[in-house]
């Protein structure tokens, strides 16, 4: 786009499309404006020359838009949301609330959970005592991203996380990066109850698993090696992208696997799917949770976002780190 061009498409200009499309005359739109009508007509003259297009029809005796003029409006109004949502997120960056927090979730955290927080978080408003254009924490954009094993880790190191939840306990110490325990999680191996192993009464061996197909959760890494957890060499192997669709893929006795305790516990208790001892028992998984630490924070900025330092916070309390291992809902009865 040429100088003249860009330099024409102002705030002001843009405004005054939004307020003579809303008001239905130039009239309307001058008195609104505080203008007189004919320095209005003049303004969208020298518009309409700077574009070298027809924004509106002459030939109406009201404020008609042409094609031109119509999709002038629609982006002119999009780029003004724009320009708002930008001057409030750099207000809100001065206050230390980020513009943005990126949340990585495990495929065995608990999404209700997760999302209860969500709603704490937006909840959160400006207190009584303050300005009336505070900035509320809810204004900080939130993106939630599910990621498996390597691929939450993956996220992190890499800036596309801010903070994730879920992480294996056993990863060695990364640097720049701080790290809290959740909690324990206990896997278990679970067939449907019209499998062939559901009917065995002794500890399965792996020379008798390797005859049947497991169902695996694909790691979700693309840079960094992918793990491959449980699974035996020549063991034909049905590869899913998610926890749920794994657990989706065994009640439908697509194959065999371990599973987290707390996800299958309701399938369990109404006998969709039937727990099985096996000969190789596995302990149960430390997770934890990490986020990049503010080694060196810029001056005048807080060293660690507010929102960030929020979530942080309700990490804290056992009870939340508890609820996000052990409340998950199970697929509703047929």
């Known amino acids: 786009m040429s100088a003249p061009r860009r330099n024409a498409l102002t705030p002001e200009a843009l405004q005054m499309m939004d307020t003579i499309a809303r008001s239905g005359s130039f009239a309307a739109a001058a008195r609104e404006l505080g203008r007189v009508p004919s320095a209005l007509t003049y303004s969208v003259r020298q518009l309409e020359d700077a574009l070298d297009v027809l924004l509106f029809d002459r030939r109406s005796r ?7 003029g119509q999709e002038l409006l629609d982006e002119g109004r999009r780029l003004l949301a724009e320009m708002d949502a930008v ?6 960056v001065s206050t230390g609330w980020e513009s943005q927090l990126t949340i990585a979730i495990d ?14 978080f937006y909840a959160l408003q400006a207190p009584p005592e303050a300005a009336s254009d505070a900035p509320r924490a809810a ?3 939130l993106r939630l991203r599910t990621e498996i094993m390597t691929g939450l880790w993956e996220a992190l190191l890499s800036g596309q996380a801010d903070l994730a939840i879920g992480v294996s306990m056993s990863a060695p110490p990364q640097v720049g990066i701080e ?10 191996f679970v067939v449907a109850p019209h499998h062939p192993l559901a009917a065995l009464e002794h500890p399965i061996t792996d020379e008798e698993l390797l005859g049947y197909r497991a169902i695996a959760v694909a790691d979700s890494a693309q840079r960094m090696s992918p793990m491959t957890v449980n699974l035996l060499p020549g063991q034909d192997v049905l590869t899913v992208p998610s926890m749920l669709a794994k657990i989706e893929a065994q009640l439908r006795c697509l194959g065999c696997g371990f599973l987290p305790e707390p996800m299958v516990r309701e399938h369990v208790r109404a006998g969709r ?16 949770y990490a986020w990049r630490s503010a080694a060196t924070p810029q001056p005048k900025r807080a060293p660690q976002g507010l929102a960030l330092h929020w979530f942080l916070q309700q990490l804290k309390s056992p009870a939340t780190r508890q609820a996000l291992l052990e409340r998950h809902i199970g697929r509703p009865a047929e």
């Open 62 to 68: 009201q404020a008609q838009l042409t094609a031109a």
């Open 87 to 92: 001057a409030n997120r750099v207000k809100r």
């Open 107 to 120: 495929g065995i955290i608990s999404r209700l959970t997760v999302f209860e927080l969500i709603e704490g």
């Open 139 to 141: 204004s900080t954009r």
């Open 179 to 188: 790290l809290q325990p959740l909690g324990e999680v206990q896997f278990v």
């Open 273 to 288: 799917l039937v727990v099985k001892p096996v000969a190789r028992q596995l302990p149960p998984m430390r997770c934890g």
